[in-house]
C-alpha cells in the first residue's frame, strides 16, 4: 500500500525569510511568487498576512527535520 501523506514544511531550499510561503508552494502544487504574493495581499489588508505567516513559521517543520 502507497502512502500519500503530504505534509506542510518550511522550504530549505526555496526560501526568502523563513522558507513559509516556499514549502506552502510545495505543499499547494503551485509557484512560490504567487504564495509569496498572497502574503503580501494578505499583509497589506490587514494583519492576517503576518499572523498566518508567523503560526505556520511556528509549527512547520523544516523540509531537512523529517529525514532526520
Known sequence: ???????????TSDRRIAG???GLAKYLNIDPTVV???FLV???C???????????WICAPEDNMLDR
Do not use: D
Not at 490587514?46 to 505556520?56: K, R, T
Open 1 to 11: 500500500m502507497e502512502n500519500n501523506v503530504r505534509k506542510l514544511t518550511r522550504s
Open 20 to 22: 513559509v510561503c516556499g
Open 36 to 38: 509569496r504574493i498572497l
Open 42 to 44: 494578505a499583509l497589506l
Open 46 to 56: 490587514g494583519s492576517l498576512g503576518f499572523w498566518a505567516y508567523l503560526i505556520v
